[in-house]
């Protein structure tokens, strides 16, 4: 009878210690997949924003600034929800060589908690190749129409151009450099798979790049 308890509690010493490495190691893999989604995401958006801001011009480009609360231990952090509008066009003029403008990029981060998404859509112009002072009052109207902008999906959206980059937004922040004439972009996301072996707390990964986007196209300047 001894020698069974004693086979029996070895038993449950070792099962226990296996359980404790399959959990260990389950917990890395889960993290793991999701640092490898979060940069794999991070590059598709930079590539994307890489392009649209390099064929737009630094004048013709306008952002909006927004903060939304996240509960991070040890507490509330406030972080950034930008949203972006930019000038694009469609052809260049065969006499002069400068751009047809015709429409605008748009970049709307929301402010869902603790993640939120990035969503991108185009919209056209009211005019259909609008001259430096339509891109100047269209971006104007950007700005002090937010809320028809943020609305997901958009009423401004052309069909077909809305796009879904991410659903694990942490951090969209974007200003505009003057000195050297750069859009810099900070871009952070955040996401959360499985539990921990204590506590119940999600596991979390966040990855973040500080990006300086080139508007190459110099035409026009407002």
Same mark, same amino acid.
């Given at each position: 009878?001894?020698?069974?308890?004693?086979?029996?509690?070895?038993?449950? =010493?070792?099962?226990?210690? %296996?359980?404790?490495?399959?959990?260990?190691?389950?917990?890395?893999?889960?993290?793991?997949?999701?640092?490898?989604?979060?940069?794999?995401?991070?590059?598709?958006?930079? $590539?994307?924003?890489?392009?649209?801001?390099?064929? $737009?011009?630094?004048?013709?480009?306008?952002?909006?600034?927004? $903060?939304?609360?996240?509960?991070?231990?040890?507490? %509330?952090?406030?972080?950034?929800?930008?949203?972006?509008?930019?000038?694009?066009?469609?052809?260049?003029?065969?006499?002069?060589?400068?751009?047809?403008?015709?429409?605008?990029?748009?970049?709307?981060?929301?402010?869902?908690?603790?993640?939120?998404?990035?969503?991108?859509?185009?919209?056209?112009?009211?005019?259909?190749?609008?001259?430096?002072?339509?891109?100047?009052?269209? =971006?104007?109207?950007?700005?002090?129409?937010?809320?028809?902008?943020?609305?997901?999906?958009? =009423?401004?959206?052309?069909?077909?151009?809305?796009?879904?980059?991410?659903?694990? =937004?942490?951090?969209?922040?974007?200003?505009?450099?003057?000195?050297?004439?750069?859009?810099?972009?900070?871009?952070?996301?955040?996401?959360?798979?499985?539990? $921990?072996?204590?506590?119940?707390?999600?596991?979390?990964?966040?990855?973040?790049?500080?990006?300086?986007?080139?508007?190459?196209?110099?035409?026009?300047?407002?």
């Amino acid at each position: 009878m001894l020698e069974l308890v004693m086979a029996l509690t070895l038993l449950l =010493l070792i099962t226990g210690v %296996l359980f404790a490495i399959f959990r260990t190691c389950s917990s890395s893999f889960q993290l793991g997949m999701v640092r490898q989604s979060l940069q794999g995401q991070l590059r598709r958006i930079s $590539t994307r924003l890489s392009r649209d801001i390099r064929q $737009t011009s630094f004048h013709s480009f306008t952002s909006s600034g927004a $903060t939304v609360n996240v509960d991070l231990e040890p507490g %509330l952090i406030a972080v950034n929800r930008d949203s972006i509008c930019m000038a694009h066009f469609g052809s260049y003029d065969p006499v002069t060589g400068q751009p047809s403008w015709n429409g605008y990029t748009v970049y709307v981060a929301t402010s869902r908690v603790p993640r939120g998404q990035l969503v991108s859509y185009d919209v056209s112009s009211s005019v259909p190749q609008c001259a430096p002072g339509v891109v100047q009052q269209e =971006l104007s109207d950007f700005t002090s129409s937010m809320v028809s902008y943020k609305t997901i999906p958009s =009423l401004k959206a052309q069909n077909g151009t809305s796009k879904i980059w991410t659903h694990d =937004l942490h951090q969209f922040a974007v200003t505009k450099d003057y000195a050297d004439q750069v859009i810099v972009v900070r871009l952070g996301l955040r996401g959360e798979r499985g539990h $921990t072996q204590s506590g119940g707390r999600s596991l979390a990964e966040a990855a973040e790049v500080v990006i300086r986007f080139k508007a190459e196209n110099t035409w026009p300047r407002l």
